[in-house]
């Protein structure tokens, strides 16, 4: 085991938790996080929801849960590797997806566009509002109560939101930084101005390996694409023709199976190399100097980010825009649109505790709640919901 890096975080350091608890006898604090995530409902509830393909097409493609244990995987080995804390990695892993509604992106995007008129749909906040908020679990606080450590990487594993003036950056400079984030971080500071801990950087490039690897192996097994069609894509051109030299004759399956795993082998490699590098140049000596940094400390090469870029190119045409993938996420894009148009007129639609205590006259609260209740379901739920509300109005 590699010694703890002066960079990595502390779980007996931590900054706490919004409501203060005794500490556990056998657990850090980091460890408890992780594992008050995988006992939450939202967890269990990954297993039926998918990635690009619906539910009902096979058992083989990745789900939201199958995603997430392969992110796990990943985090905790670079952890491992560079001298963090494990545990953190892991429940940064384990928490990155969980404000996923159905359908993948599909459903994100239908959201978002229902909601326009009420802050839209972002699915990083949502996991804020899960963990914080919607768990409703212990007898003293709503949500999780997870550290403060574990919040700030879930909001920020992607980079910092604001810059020091609190403007907002990047993706949030046209529409802002989410209400559901702003309004926690004005409770409990999560400095959104600066970058995350090292864990979480772990956190998001393993999220982006996982991706890149699966999501070419799905769509091999969907046949959107073939081996073929893969033998100029960086990288994954010269794993072929390497396996292929190695064990002449091999069949599609193994090879397929093959160039996929020595693929994460490189880009593993890849992050371990520059990662060492950029950290031993800026030579942070906490995790705080960690946040400080003024850029990412945990990444890619220019070399293997720009396969990375062109991976996701490939996928996107070949796969994310392939005919049969559009024609399923338009019908799913549908549903939750359906859905949430009944919801927002009909609230009594949605199951009593969802319909209680709403405010006929304040439209905003009655939007999230509704963005809310359909944001939880799993992909055969939402179906199931659409045929019961819509029985004339069939979605294949």
Request: aromatic letters at 8%; proline letters at 6%; charged letters at 25%.
């Amino acid at each position: 085991m590699n010694a703890r890096a002066p960079y990595a975080e502390n779980p007996g350091q931590s900054r706490g938790r919004l409501f203060p608890e005794p500490p556990s006898a056998g657990r850090s604090a980091f460890r408890r996080d992780a594992d008050r995530i995988i006992h939450s409902t939202a967890f269990r509830r990954l297993k039926h929801k998918t990635q690009v393909f619906v539910f009902h097409e096979g058992d083989h493609y990745r789900t939201r849960l199958t995603h997430t244990l392969e992110v796990t995987q990943i985090a905790r080995a670079l952890a491992r590797t560079l001298g963090l804390d494990e545990d953190l990695a892991e429940a940064l892993a384990l928490a990155h997806d969980l404000g996923h509604p159905p359908f993948g992106h599909a459903g994100e995007r239908a959201l978002d566009s229902c909601l326009a008129d009420f802050g839209g749909f972002d699915h990083n906040a949502q996991t804020l509002r899960i963990v914080t908020a919607m768990e409703r679990r212990y007898p003293a606080f709503d949500g999780l109560n997870l550290s403060w450590e574990t919040l700030e990487g879930i909001v920020k594993h992607n980079g910092p939101l604001t810059d020091p003036d609190g403007n907002p950056i990047g993706k949030y400079l046209e529409n802002g930084v989410p209400q559901g984030i702003a309004d926690y971080d004005a409770a409990n500071n999560l400095a959104l101005w600066s970058h995350a801990s090292a864990e979480a950087q772990v956190a998001a490039i393993a999220d982006d390996i996982a991706y890149d690897a699966h999501d070419l192996d799905d769509g091999l097994r969907a046949d959107l694409f073939s081996l073929a069609d893969l033998s100029g894509v960086p990288v994954i051109g010269g794993l072929m023709r390497e396996v292929r030299d190695q064990y002449p004759g091999i069949d599609p399956a193994r090879l397929t199976h093959e160039v996929v795993r020595r693929f994460i082998g490189r880009l593993i490699e890849d992050v371990i190399g520059e990662s060492r590098q950029r950290l031993g140049t800026a030579a942070p000596t906490s995790a705080d100097e960690v946040r400080a940094a003024g850029s990412a400390m945990i990444g890619f090469s220019p070399m293997m980010a720009s396969t990375d870029r062109a991976i996701k190119e490939f996928l996107w045409t070949h796969m994310y825009r392939h005919p049969r993938v559009i024609e399923v996420m338009t019908h799913a894009e549908e549903v939750v649109r359906d859905l949430f148009a009944r919801f927002f007129v009909q609230p009594q639609d949605m199951p009593g505790d969802w319909a209680h205590g709403l405010d006929a006259a304040d439209a905003p609260a009655r939007a999230r709640r509704v963005a809310d209740f359909i944001a939880g379901m799993t992909d055969g739920f939402a179906l199931s919901e659409h045929a019961r509300l819509f029985p004339k109005k069939p979605v294949s």
